[in-house]
């Protein structure tokens, strides 16, 4: 059971802006940083937000990130193709001597 | 080319253990702690522990406290998973990550690699 919670799956046409939640708690998003990944069928996950909202360098201004308390959402506006993937929420957990939890992930599907 | 490779997982039986590794190349490794995250086959994602860039200090998730441990060899550009008591549970595709900094403070990972499937089954 992953401790962050992220809908299963969100979709979305061509063009459109699509937003996905994540919720957490006060010993996670809370005082902490929240981080964003995207995987690609049969790929590795990849950075596309650190820090809640800084963009790695090659990730399209497309997406962006925010944080409110204990709570972050991702959006992706301007959808395309091939956006669609698996997107991942993780933040750290200050709880149990420190360690990393993600979200279970967020389905984008490209109508 | 920066890069993360990983190699040594297969199918075990409960309780046996297996040793991953993971070497990087293209980049400065002691530079850098060092995660293992694994994925699940229902798909998510947990992770695994880390290892500061210096290996003086290291974290695990609760499950596998005990039975795993991360290990590194800077000067062979090596990382290292040992996993003893293995349980179906452990099984998924086993990434190992770089972290941005030398120590975890941000907890988010800049470079992953393949990864390499470990199956836990009798």
């Known amino acids: 059971q992953s401790v962050l919670t992220q809908p299963p799956s969100v979709s979305g046409t061509p063009g459109q802006r699509v937003t996905i939640s994540c919720s957490g708690s006060?010993?996670?998003?809370?005082?902490?940083?929240v981080n964003w990944y995207q995987q690609l069928p049969g790929m590795a996950p990849k950075l596309i937000i650190f820090?809640?909202?800084q963009r790695p360098s090659g990730v399209p201004d497309r997406f962006s990130g925010s944080k409110s308390g204990t709570s972050a959402s991702l959006a992706i506006s301007g959808l395309r193709s091939e956006d669609e993937a698996d997107y991942f929420c993780?933040?750290?957990?200050?709880?149990?001597?420190?360690?990393?939890?993600f979200g279970g992930g967020t389905k984008v599907t490209v109508l | 080319q920066v890069q993360l490779v990983e190699s040594g997982g297969g199918v075990v039986q409960p309780g046996r253990s297996l040793r991953l590794s993971c070497a990087g190349s293209?980049?400065?490794?002691?530079?850098?702690?060092m995660h293992w995250v694994r994925q699940t086959p229902g798909g998510g994602l947990e992770w695994v522990g880390v290892i500061w860039y210096d290996g003086s200090q290291k974290k695990y998730v609760e499950s596998v406290k005990g039975r795993f441990t991360i290990s590194r060899d800077n000067s062979k550009n090596m990382l290292v998973l040992q996993m003893n008591g293995l349980r179906v549970e452990d099984t998924g595709l086993y990434y190992c990550a770089r972290d941005p900094a030398t120590s975890p403070r941000f907890g988010y990972f800049d470079l992953w690699g393949r990864g390499t499937r470990v199956t836990v089954s009798s």
């Open positions: 820090r809640n909202s």
């Open positions: 006060n010993s996670d998003i809370g005082p902490n940083t």
């Open positions: 293209g980049f400065t490794f002691n530079n850098y702690a």
């Open positions: 993780a933040a750290w957990d200050d709880s149990l001597s420190g360690r990393v939890i």
